[in-house]
């Protein structure tokens, strides 16, 4: 929030004949304002403050509130604490919120419905036959794994449409709660959809519930567009003094209309073509790209001051646009802990018991010992996951922006994690006798996950070395940058590795990769004491008089490209 008349009320004042003046208060300025006021601008001014904000009209006491916020009737003695509470006691008279909990409310929401699609496939794959090949038991469902991917894709990029809306929003009120709440119980319905499309895909009424679910959630998110846009009072004044805001708005609602389009299309179409009406909701989600290309091409045409080629306008689109990272690691914590916690369902004492009732001490045991396999796979599991959420952590600890490009690779990669359960539930059900080389098969296609999961994380990192100046921090430098690659290339080398091995001509049985997995952290933590270690020898070799500040703008220095990755300079 910021003091003084935001930019449209100010050119109001002055071409109304209100004149301002500023005077130092305490190393700050305030503004007084004249007393010769025009009665149009009175006039106009009090229709205007009428403001319908969830449900509550503005009285005169209201008003003064905001004269107060704005600086209308600042003193010398007022300060800025006190303009602080001004401002929270005229969001709560006007029933504004802070938008920091309905982003984390929003958030867990989002994860949720993300990481619980997974859970059908589970259930199919948990009756796969441990004598029956794998690979053709998964063939023989390629289309609920293809409608899974597509709708882990919609949910991720509903959830990407909702940071858009909202990155630049401080409050919000009654009415933009209970949309943002009617926006994710409708979300909250495209699991159960997804379940209906994959068991009855040869139906038009399956891609028509499918379309009207996305096509309602567009014309939500237009509405919550409309009404987060239609005002200054909950946007950020940075963002409303930056003059983007009919901009990026105008932006937003095209890209809605082309959505709407897409999905009454989809609908429509589903009666004669059910897999042309998916590849219109496919579509759907490449929306905001077609829109940023028709715009680059518009202002190339129309616009002479425009003078960058198309190329150069998605280069900055990709990779120079901010995306909110707080939200984004809310997101993507949420997706690693409901995973983490997802496949402890699979262990319990009803799939341990096979349901007995009277289960003696030595019964226990032995069933215990007889279902060593689901327990030893779920530990390494859980350890795997948890790792790859180290490096997750990690990476956006150097971090200091988030670009379009950086948040595709992430989402990526979580893809590849909300599957891990399922690998995890494939070597439960063929680490059996009777399965012979289908483990092999199991344990082959849980390192795939492993290693695209690690690999988008690789990637992310190089991408970002792209624009290093742009998105890592100044602490990132020197030995840092040699400790992430090793942290990065770990699991990658470990899941590719395993996987060749598969290929014996014996059985490869799944403790192998398990023990790998419970190994791994013992090699995070060498790791972590040779960094420590090697940082120890090199302060004690310093030069005397040299302090830790400048052997690190040292290595800062020289280390710009010792990654071989190109590092262009700032874009003019």
């Known amino acids: 929030m910021h003091c003084g008349y935001n930019i449209m009320e100010k050119e109001e004042v002055e071409a109304n004949g209100v004149t301002t003046k500023e005077e130092p208060v305490g190393g700050t300025t305030a503004k007084e304002e004249a007393v010769d006021v025009s009665p149009e601008y009175v006039n106009e001014t009090n229709e205007d403050n009428v403001m319908n904000t969830g449900g509550h009209t503005t009285t005169e006491e209201d008003e003064i509130g905001e004269e107060d916020i704005n600086g209308c009737h600042q003193t010398d003695e007022e300060d800025l604490g006190y303009i602080v509470r001004s401002e929270k006691e005229w969001a709560r008279r006007h029933r504004f919120m802070s938008i920091d909990r ?7 929401v989002f994860a949720t419905i993300t990481t619980f699609m997974v859970v059908p496939l589970k259930e199919e794959v948990q009756g796969y036959e441990p004598t029956e090949n794998l690979w053709s038991s998964l063939l023989a469902d390629w289309y609920r794994f293809l409608i899974f991917v597509i709708s882990f894709w919609i949910v991720s990029d509903l959830w990407q449409d909702h940071v858009w809306i909202l990155q630049n929003v401080e409050h919000v009120g009654d009415i933009g ?12 319905l495209i699991p159960f959809l997804a379940v209906i499309m994959g068991n009855y895909y040869q139906y038009a009424l399956s ?3 499918c379309g009207s679910c996305i096509l309602l959630l567009t014309l939500l998110r237009g509405l919550m567009i409309i009404f987060a846009f239609r005002g200054e009072k909950m946007l950020s004044g940075e ?14 609602l095209i890209i809605t209309g082309l959505k709407v389009l897409l999905c009454v299309l989809s609908i429509g179409i589903a009666e004669v073509n059910v897999p042309a009406a998916l590849v219109l909701l496919v579509l759907t989600m490449f929306a905001d790209w077609v829109c940023i290309i028709a715009i680059g091409l518009y202002r190339k045409w129309r616009d002479s001051s425009f003078n960058t080629d198309l190329s150069s306008h998605l280069s900055r689109r990709l990779v120079l646009e901010n995306i909110d990272m707080d939200r984004t690691q809310t997101f993507t914590d949420g997706i ?16 341990l018991m096979d349901g007995e009732d009277d ?3 030595n019964s226990l045991l032995e069933t215990l010992q007889k279902n060593k396999e689901p327990i030893l796979s779920y530990l390494s599991t859980f350890l795997t996951i948890g790792m790859i959420w180290y490096i997750n952590y990690s990476i956006f600890y150097y971090l200091q922006r988030l670009s379009r490009l950086l948040l595709f690779l992430n989402r990526m990669s979580l893809l590849f994690v909300s599957v891990l359960p399922l690998g995890f539930q494939l070597i439960s059900v063929f680490s059996v006798d009777e399965a012979d080389r289908n483990e ?20 992310f990192w190089l991408v970002a070395h792209w624009r290093r100046d742009k998105h890592f921090s100044s602490k990132y430098h020197g030995m840092h940058k040699m400790r992430m690659l090793c942290l990065l290339l770990i699991y990658p080398s470990m899941s590719l590795m395993l996987f060749c091995a598969s290929f014996i001509d014996r059985v490869f049985e799944a403790n192998v990769i398990h023990l790998a997995e419970l190994l791994v952290p013992v090699a995070f933590i060498l790791l972590k004491f040779a960094f420590e270690l090697t940082l120890h020898l090199r302060r004690s070799h310093r030069k005397p008089g040299v302090s830790n500040l400048s052997m690190e703008l040292t290595e800062t220095q020289n280390g710009k490209n010792n990654l071989g990755v190109s590092h262009p300079g700032p874009i003019s």
């Open 102 to 108: 309905l982003n984390i409310f929003s958030d867990a």
């Open 177 to 188: 709660l209970i949309l943002n709440v009617i926006f994710l119980m409708i979300c909250s």
């Open 207 to 209: 891609a028509q519930l």
């Open 239 to 252: 963002f409303v003094e930056g003059g983007t805001k009919l901009q990026l708005r105008d932006e937003l």
């Open 336 to 351: 690693f802990i409901i995973v983490a916690t997802l496949i402890i369902l699979d262990i319990t004492t009803d799939s």
């Open 359 to 361: 289960v003696d001490e």
């Open 440 to 459: 092999n098969n199991a344990v082959r296609f849980h390192c795939v996950l492993i290693f695209f999961a690690t690999a988008f994380q690789v990637v």
